[in-house]
């Protein structure tokens, strides 16, 4: 049996996913997961970037003892994030997380140099502070000198295991450096920054082969013979890859973290609506485009979780959530002041405090407040989508680990009067199987890997209720977002 092996990680976990085919049906087994979270230092938010590659081959090693002797290994992370190497191929530091604050005020600063609506016509990229421009632009002047390269976060991992520097297009779109028309580092955007386009290894797409292992890890661990492809390395990117497409017209949600809420284009839309409704253009596989908006998602109920000492399971919050009246406040949850607050219970008790709402007591009602004013975004969010792209959205495709969760699922089904198909929660990790499988000739495309996933998984579905208090809640939300 050939396996395929896909390291996921996120900003809380990674895993390390294998995947075959058994009787025609796609195959996935957890080997490893590990913990990831935020080293601070010197007054930054660090990813101890070591720690996560030591475990990728504890992972590895674990693999082998399962006798997978021989595998293909695809990588994909968060975006925006890099690493500085220096002449020898050394990391000059660990890399600075998207949550640091070290970029506030930044788009602001830099928008003076060069207009915003100029930067999203040459990139077609949302603004969010941290941004790798916006980080390069705030980094430090004698670190960007020593540098000679700057990798992201996926890529560098690739560079540790093969030797070889690459620069994967999905997730380099998201750095704001790249432009639409010219498929290349945008030299003006560099030269603003400081910048050489020289620093960064040549540009590739998802599905090419990066190489072997190097010889000196098989000296030091005993691993199975890996040959590593770079898939779409954004876990986004392979997120959508791994969606199971239900519907005709339909739209997407990735649930995790973040929720990304957008559709799946074959021409880029930076025009002046998107623009100004701030939805992004990332570049997908196979010459798509991941047309979406950032919102803010489960790093809201993760939060939360911590500031309780992880006294619930995700699971039992959602049922203490649905056991509370629905919709006591408005609560904007793309606010930056929820980004990375020091306790997201006082940081929402305050928003709604300031704002002269109902404050939330008990953990259910603070959930519950999370969860319906997710949906709520995400309602607001689907008409804006169908208004941009102007074509009407029949369902949303929720993948990633939100799609476990029933009682959010079907809010976003009611209040968006859209039927929603749940599943599967482990999306990113089957897109970057999915890429390989394309790579190696076992799949044809990324329509027959759709097919797979819909014939692997349990996909639920949801259905709007007929509840004519919600669509009402609705428009009160959006008038809310407007003041």
Not at 39 to 68: M, T
Not at 176 to 199: A, G, Y
Not at 321 to 326: G, I, L
Request: charged share 20%; net charge neutral.
């Amino acid at each position: 049996m050939y396996y395929y092996l896909a390291l996921d990680i996120g900003a809380s976990s990674g895993r390390l996913i294998s995947g075959s085919l058994v009787d025609g049906t796609l195959e996935l087994n957890e080997i490893h997961r590990f913990d990831n979270g935020l080293i601070q230092k010197n007054g930054h938010d660090y990813w101890d970037i070591d720690y996560l590659i030591n475990e990728l081959f504890v992972g590895l090693e674990k693999a082998k003892k399962l006798g997978i002797t021989k595998a293909m290994l695809g990588i994909d992370t968060w975006a925006v994030d890099y690493v500085l190497l220096d002449k020898t191929g050394n990391k000059l530091k660990n890399p600075i997380s998207y949550r640091d604050h070290r970029t506030n005020g930044a788009i602001e600063e830099f928008t003076k140099k060069i207009s915003k609506r100029k930067i999203y016509e040459k990139t077609g990229i949302q603004f969010q502070q941290f941004n790798t421009l916006y980080q390069l632009y705030r980094e430090e002047e004698s670190l960007l000198l020593k540098a000679d390269k700057i990798m992201l976060i996926p890529d560098y991992i690739g560079f540790c295991l093969t030797g070889k520097a690459v620069t994967e297009v999905t997730n380099a779109s998201t750095t704001q450096l790249l432009n639409l028309k010219q498929k290349r580092f945008d030299n003006d955007l560099l030269k603003k920054i400081h910048v050489s386009e020289k620093k960064f290894p040549p540009l590739i797409e998802a599905g090419t082969v990066l190489g072997r292992l190097k010889k000196e890890w098989y000296e030091r661990y005993d691993l199975p013979d890996c040959e590593v492809i770079t898939v779409a390395t954004h876990d986004t990117a392979s997120a959508v890859i791994g969606t199971p497409a239900i519907g005709e017209k339909w739209a997407f949600i990735s649930s995790g973290t973040w929720s990304l809420l957008g559709a799946e284009l074959t021409i880029p839309e930076n025009g002046m609506a998107a623009f100004q409704e701030n939805y992004t253009n990332e570049w997908g596989a196979y010459n798509t485009y991941r047309f979406l908006k950032n919102i803010m998602g489960l790093w809201m109920v993760q939060s939360v979780r911590r500031n309780i000492h992880n006294q619930y399971t995700f699971g039992e919050m959602a049922d203490l959530a649905s056991q509370v009246v629905p919709f006591q406040q408005f609560i904007d949850v793309n606010h930056p002041r929820f980004t990375n607050p020091e306790n997201m219970i006082i940081e929402i008790q305050n928003f709604c405090r300031e704002s002269g709402q109902t404050v939330p007591q008990s953990i259910g009602e603070i959930v519950s407040a999370i969860y319906c004013n997710l949906a709520l975004y995400y309602a607001n969010e689907i008409k804006k989508l169908e208004s941009i792209i102007g074509k009407k959205i029949d369902s949303i495709n929720i993948i990633g680990g939100g799609s476990n969760i029933a009682y959010l699922n079907q809010l976003t089904s009611t209040l968006s009067n859209k039927t929603v198909y749940a599943g599967p929660s482990e999306a990113t990790a089957i897109g970057n199987i999915i890429v390989q499988m394309i790579t190696t000739g076992l799949l044809q495309d990324v329509k027959e890997g759709r097919q797979l996933i819909q014939k692997s998984f349990d996909i639920k579905s949801y259905h709007p209720d007929i509840n004519e208090s919600y669509k009402s809640v609705v428009n009160q939300y959006q008038t809310f977002l407007e003041k």
